[in-house]
T-cell receptor, first 113, second 111 residues
Framework: EPEVTQTPSHQVTQMGQEVILRCVPISNHLYFYWYRQILGQKVEFLVSFYNNEISEKSEIFDDQFSVERPDGSNFTLKIRSTKLEDSAMYFC???????????FGDGTRLSIL | RKEVEQDPGPFNVPEGATVAFNCTYSNSASQSFFWYRQDCRKEPKLLMSVYSSGNEDGRFTAQLNRASQYISLLIRDSKLSDSATYLCVVRAGAGGFKTIFGAGTRLFVKA
């Protein structure tokens, strides 16, 4: 079964540094999403991306965050200047057209020191 | 009112029991509905989509009541492997781009 692939599986970074999280979507999927889940808390929507632009974003997705799909395959989430509170699991999800459900990658655990 | 609300549980049930989870959502324009399960420190995995007519997949039955803005999941003949957190997920917004997760209901199935 096709999978969403995320790299790295674990990223440890000093506060204030930039991080880039990568996601390879399922090949025929057109809608891409990033979520985060702080340990012990609920999954929180960050952003959705379609047709090479952001279609919806949450209040969490402030100017420190950006997304792009630079080469038509990888879908990336960049955090410009990380804060301690950015420590969380970050999940990428992708889906096909219409009412298709989202399929999740197995996440990147981001630890900010 | 929370956008998607679930009873956090935990539900502790013996093997073979039937258990039901409920979920309410606040946005009447919501378009698509799903149940996911999440094991500890893992990604959410799709359990089933929820359709207006109700749908069943083996031991799992999902119902949607748009008038009451209510979704349910019924698990029959619970197995130990059903122990997980069950997430109610609602998609809304123009084009269905915004996705809201409930906080999840924790299920423990005991031998």
């Amino acid at each position: 079964e096709p999978e969403v692939t995320q790299t790295p599986s674990h990223q440890v970074t000093q506060m204030g540094q930039e991080v880039i999280l990568r996601c390879v979507p399922i090949s025929n999927h057109l809608y891409f999403y990033w979520y985060r889940q702080i340990l012990g808390q609920k999954v929180e929507f960050l952003v959705s991306f379609y047709n090479n632009e952001i279609s919806e974003k949450s209040e969490i997705f402030d100017d420190q965050f950006s997304v792009e799909r630079p080469d038509g395959s990888n879908f990336t989430l960049k955090i410009r200047s990380t804060k301690l509170e950015d420590s969380a699991m970050y999940f990428c999800a992708t889906r096909g057209q219409g009412d298709q459900p989202q399929h999740f990658g197995d996440g990147t655990r981001l630890s900010i020191l | 009112r929370k956008e998607v609300e679930q009873d956090p549980g935990p539900f502790n049930v013996p093997e073979g029991a039937t258990v039901a989870f409920n979920c309410t959502y606040s946005n009447s324009a919501s378009q698509s509905f799903f149940w996911y399960r999440q094991d500890c420190r893992k990604e959410p995995k799709l359990l089933m989509s929820v359709y207006s007519s109700g749908n069943e997949d083996g031991r799992f039955t999902a119902q949607l009541n748009r008038a009451s803005q209510y979704i349910s999941l019924l698990i029959r003949d619970s197995k130990l492997s059903d122990s997980a957190t069950y997430l109610c997920v609602v998609r809304a917004g123009a084009g269905g781009f915004k996705t809201i997760f409930g906080a999840g209901t924790r299920l423990f199935v005991k031998a």
